[in-house]
């Protein structure tokens, strides 16, 4: 298993799930600030996902998650070398999309559900370009993640 150091923030399965769970609500709000046709499709796609399969996409995330944050990782240490990873993480927005976005594919590719599968490949097409348009929205979270460390992750131990 590669260990990189986004993938330390997310090191104990609580740490996972709640980073998750932000991540959804994150994008849930993103999706629907989508305004136009666009944002109408987009918007239908999250909420039949979000309707069929309560918590799918919450479980996706936390499967996908130590990959994305591989995929990330080198970006996220280049733009810190530079002085603001964010700033770098957008001025590299299509390169980190297409990375993120490999991760999905891959995943797509081998998912048995056939609605996830019909609904992403509804969405594909313009994934690159809308993922890239978010990309600072993606490195304002990770910031929050980074800056927070892997204990604020943590589940409070029930001997304290």
């Not at 990189?4 to 709000?29: K, M, N, W, Y």
């Not at 399969?53 to 994305?68: H, I, K, N, S, T």
């Amino acid at each position: 298993m590669v260990s990189t150091r986004l993938r330390t923030l997310i090191a104990s399965p609580d740490a996972v799930e709640q980073v998750a769970c932000e991540a959804v609500q994150a994008v849930g709000a993103a999706v629907k600030a989508i305004r136009g046709l666009r944002g109408l499709a987009v918007r239908a796609g999250f909420d039949t996902i979000c309707k069929v399969r309560p918590g799918f996409l919450e479980r996706q995330v936390e499967d996908l998650l130590p990959q994305w944050c591989d995929q990330l990782d080198p970006f996220w240490a280049a733009g810190e070398q530079c002085g603001d990873a964010v700033e770098y993480l957008h001025e590299h927005r299509y390169a980190v999309s297409d990375a993120l976005l490999e991760v999905s594919d891959e995943r797509a590719a081998s998912a048995t559900d056939q609605t996830a599968r019909a609904v992403y490949a509804r969405l594909r097409p313009n994934a690159s370009s809308r993922v890239a348009d978010h990309i600072r929205l993606v490195g304002e979270f990770v910031r929050v993640q980074v800056d927070a460390g892997p204990a604020a992750h943590d589940s409070p131990t029930s001997g304290e």
